[in-house]
């Protein structure tokens, strides 16, 4: 649903590391940043990262550096980029990125690793044309896991390991995986991934799936069962990808609630507030609302340990390319000038609610 193709990404630069402390933001360094605030609280404030940005742009460079102590690869971590050509790897920006991380103490989640979208053209003609079969396809499934993971062994904290694998019904998506190998592929991932970086933690990850409806008690019977059988499912992300012309979810709360009861962790992992364009006061003030009632469940729940936004500015948001009609989706505007939405995650952060 969310994460269209971006323009092919330049290779990043050593240029883009800066320095080893958070740099000062284009509002001035007399404020706490973001991160400063989240420490305070058991989570991390992240951001996706667009990587030909923070390769390009100074002001969002210093930016992600300044507010944000966790980053998510918005693209370059996913299988078509990193094995555009099977066989043949390419880690390049994404290790850029890892540098970055490291470079301004910042932790790093892993986004995704088992999707039904941007796969590599290769993996998906042969699939249609018979070339892969499913004893292939399985096999090919646990040596991308196995490599990625391995390869950021120790640098990723959080794996988004199976990303968005249920309809609205709570039925499962007829996915190329699902098609192919059956439901156990959900399983086979999360140990495979498991098997090859013990210390990171795994996660679901979907939209539509804030608060309890249908989606969600989907995954928390997955989760439940699953669990049960020793497989090591141990998050649940919840995009967070909302619109102002919709109420907000009911009981939030409630959700992270249950998955909590069962030893998991969750997560806000690619949150975002659209509204019609452009922009007015009661748009921006409902945006401002629903950011921060996120915000609160997470801080409400002992196993929130992560709060990240799909972006931070609309500069380079993928909401207007894909919603006619609608952007100003993130927490400041094109000119990186705080809206509203910024102050009250703001708030939440120093109030610790």
């Known amino acids: 649903m969310k994460h269209f193709r971006m323009p092919a990404a330049v290779l990043l630069s050593a240029a883009l590391l800066v320095t080893a402390a958070p740099a ?105 044309d018979g070339s892969i079969d499913a004893a292939e396809l399985r096999s090919i499934l646990h040596r991308h896991i196995t490599t990625e993971v391995k390869h950021f062994k120790g640098n990723i904290y959080q794996w988004d390991v199976v990303n968005e694998v249920f309809e609205e019904d709570g039925s499962l998506r007829n996915s190329i995986w699902l098609r192919k190998l059956g439901p156990s592929y959900i399983e086979d991932a999360f140990r495979w991934a498991h098997q090859a970086d013990p210390k990171a933690k795994l996660f679901l990850n979907d939209y539509n799936v ?43 709360a409630g959700n992270l609630a249950r998955f909590d009861r069962l030893g998991m962790q969750t997560a806000f992992t690619e949150v975002d507030v659209r509204m019609p364009t452009p922009a007015d006061a009661t748009g921006l003030a409902t945006q401002a609302t629903y950011f921060r009632g996120l915000l609160d469940a997470c801080l409400d729940t002992r196993g929130c340990r992560s709060f990240t936004v799909w972006g931070f500015t609309d500069k380079y948001s993928w909401v207007p390319g894909v919603f006619e009609g609608e952007g100003a989706a993130t927490l400041l505007d094109e000119d990186y000038v705080r809206k509203p939405a910024y102050e009250a995650v703001r708030q939440g952060l120093r109030s610790g609610h």
């Open 210 to 252: 804030e608060g309890v409806n249908a989606k969600s008690t989907a995954y928390y019977e997955l989760a439940r069962k699953l669990r049960a059988k020793g497989v090591p499912v141990q998050g649940f992300g919840i995009q967070g990808h909302l619109s102002t012309q919709y109420g907000f979810p009911a009981d939030v």
């Open 24 to 128: 000062a933001s284009a509002h001035g360094g007399g404020d706490a940043p973001l991160r400063a605030l989240a420490h305070r609280d058991h989570v991390r404030i992240g951001t996706a990262v667009d990587t030909t940005a923070l390769a390009d742009d100074t002001t969002y460079r210093r930016t992600t550096a300044r507010e944000f102590d966790s980053v998510t690869a918005e693209n370059v971590m996913k299988w078509e980029s990193v094995e555009p050509e099977r066989g043949t790897y390419d880690w390049a920006q994404a290790d850029t990125l890892v540098r970055f991380a490291r470079d301004h103490g910042q932790a790093v989640r892993g986004h995704t690793l088992v999707w039904h979208s941007q796969l590599p053209a290769w993996l998906t003609t042969g699939v249609e």
